[in-house]
């Protein structure tokens, strides 16, 4: 094994850059004679726009230039692509109303921008952006997604009746409806998937400039992404109708993406259109609670009702789920895809389940558009299906880990077609659920138990198991270049958001090289410099990134045979790469990689039909999916009196095939479980039902998680399973975290109040809101 190759726990490389303070975010970039932007935003969540009046904030000092909806449709800028479009049951194409950058005719949600200011400096476009008097029309509005389809709700669109975007049908149910039927058993649960604000480390920013004359200039932004290549694809072709060639995206480093920044933004568009307009680069940042926490994309919203069949010996018969998941005001992104196709897949989870149907009710709401965050409709499946579990192990009277292994998946039965589609590779659910739960020592658990009782607290385990579906997207390709002194550049298309990228890339390629990291440099984010690239979401960038650059170096290798053999005189055929040398096989003769790259740039030496030096590119798609797994234990108390709950102990053991770097991996989960954590525990989105207000629009009213709120984390993997559809054997692990803390973190919750006969509490389960459930239940128990 490489010194620095695939498995070793190796420090990130691109840490003392950042944590030294010398990382390059879009805010730290400033272009010569840039101006500066505001967006002046609605302060309704629906209202009739009657008139905009820009006169006097066009003369306040500084200003250079203010513009609306209907200036930039006068220009011809397009609409903001909806990137999937979802078939209803019916046959007809959900409803879609197009969005622009800015509003026309009518806003939708509390912050929908109206206008963009652009001055000569910020305090100059913030005193312009509040002379802009906007007159409006208060109309009615709807937040809650279990009411925005009643008869008498207020209406997002007229088009769409009872704020139906779609509905879609999923499974077969008429096999669910005989397994329901035939059941000895039936479960029913409704919950809901809370809404999150992401409130990404780093908030959107964007920096445009035109360069050129009108009709042949040149478009350049500089903004966070996950991927310049999409961003561009659908500025120049569906927005600004341009050839890709006069689009350019740069992303530098980014402070967390989580899926909110694959998106564009109406911001993104207006720095663009207004630099063209005034011949100077424009720069926007968005103000966390004005900007961020009205406008970020959203996550989650989902209010699910759930029956479960089950036979006489507690085997599932058929599962059938009607989902009402928020769009939000408009449709953009990938919003309608995560309820549908990226929850529907692994609705079966790790349990062989015979039938599955699945109904979506896709909902407008007055509240800002919701669409993909970390797992990205994987952890809303696994959500609902581990509650349900041990809500039917409540509800029955039977161990509920006991119930998960009569259902689980034998390892015996893969590969593994499920009723929903995919194929498992490989999986061994119950190996994992026993490792966890001896790490966890549940043997021992009614012990401690009983000790927190004797101190008047009340103590829970709970687990789940989650597996998800990732690893397989668009494609990436590797375009390794090897210099005459035989250092090593990679552009590649994929967008480090604080995964380090550079460091898994590196090991990769020094794996196969067997040369030092300081030797490799990896390039990302730049439409000019990296040809092509799908970009970083759903756990693919080393799945299908990291077998690209197996295979480009690869290539590398085989191309420096090559030129070895020249430089040693015998065949190609009878030279092999070991230890960083190029070796004549059975004998001592030796010439290393360095000697080799200087080589290959000598046209005297290269071979006919060889192209000079040891560049190669490499491209690859991923057949099939991967399909992580794992199991979660955690165990807390808490306090009756008052509702505060500590996490005592928390063991995850997962499969994620083949690891690359064990120390990176490790900080993948953790990161994972703390988001996963924050939404099961504390974080809430809560608009006003009157007015549609953003009432949690700040960190004074929106709790993200600290320090103290995560616990220790007993992490551990198996090594022993790798992935049988890709290349490298690796499954995806940038989510897992946040797929399997919900619900073990909520089982625990109700397994230390099910003696008051609680079954069941929504996330989050905030201080306030469990000590509310135990109120009502010891009410209830004395009313008795």
Known sequence: MAKFGIGQPIRRTEDLQLLSGHGQYTADVDWDNQAYAVAVRSPYAHANILAIDIDDAKGAPGVLDIFTGDDMLDDGIGAMPANIVVT??????????????????????????????????????????????????DLPSVTDTDKADAPDAPLVYDEAPNNRSFTWDFGDEAAVQAGLKDAAHTVTLKLINNRIIVNSMEPRAALGKYEGDAETGRYSLHTPTQGVHSVQRQLADDIFHVDKSRMRILTGNVGGGFGMKIF???????VLYG????????????????????????GRDHVSEITLGLDEDLKITGLDITLKAAMGAYISGFQAFIPTMASAKMYSGVYAIPAIHLRVHGLFTNTTPVDAYRGAGRPEAAYLLERLMDKAALDLGVDPVELRKRNYIPTSAMPYTTPVGPVYDSGDFARLTDIALQRADRSGFEARRQESASRGKLRGMGMSYYI????????????????EDGAVTLYIGTQDNGQGHQTAYKQIISNRLDIDLDRITVIQGDTDVVERGGGTGGSRSIPEGGVAVRDATEGVVEKG????????????????????????????????????????????????GVDPGLDVKARHKAEAQTYPNGCHVCELEIDPETGTLDILNYVVVDDFGTVVNPMMLAGQVHGGIGQGLGQSLMEETIYDPETGQLLSGSYMDYCMPRADNIPNI???????????????????????????APPASINAIVDAMKHLGIHHIDMPATQSRIWQTLQAASKADAAE
């Open 275 to 298: 630099a063209k307009r005034i011949g100077r680069p424009v720069k926007w940042v968005a103000e966390r609670s004005y900007d961020g926490f009205t406008t970020d994309k959203m």
């Open 88 to 137: 209803q049951t019916d046959g007809s194409k959900m409803i879609h109303p197009p969005r622009y950058a800015l509003a026309t005719g009518k806003v939708r949600h509390v912050g929908d921008p109206v206008a963009f200011v652009i001055a000569e400096t910020l305090d100059q476009a913030r005193d312009a952006a509040e002379l802009v008097m906007v007159d409006y029309d």
């Open 468 to 483: 998800e579906c990732c690893g397989a997207g668009p494609g990436e390709q590797a375009d390794i270049r090897v210099a």
């Open 264 to 270: 564009l933004y109406p911001e993104q568009l207006c």
């Open 561 to 608: 045979k090559q030129i070895a053999s020249v430089l040693m005189e015998t065949a190609a055929a009878d030279i092999e790469y070991v230890d960083g040398k190029f070796a004549v096989v059975g004998t001592d003769r030796t010439v290393s990689f360095e000697d080799v790259a200087r080589a290959a740039h000598d046209p005297t030496i290269v071979p006919d």
């Open 714 to 740: 007993d992490f551990t993997y198996v090594d022993d399973i790798p992935c049988a559809t890709n290349p490298l054997g690796i499954k995806g692990a940038g989510e897992a975290g946040a797929i399997g």
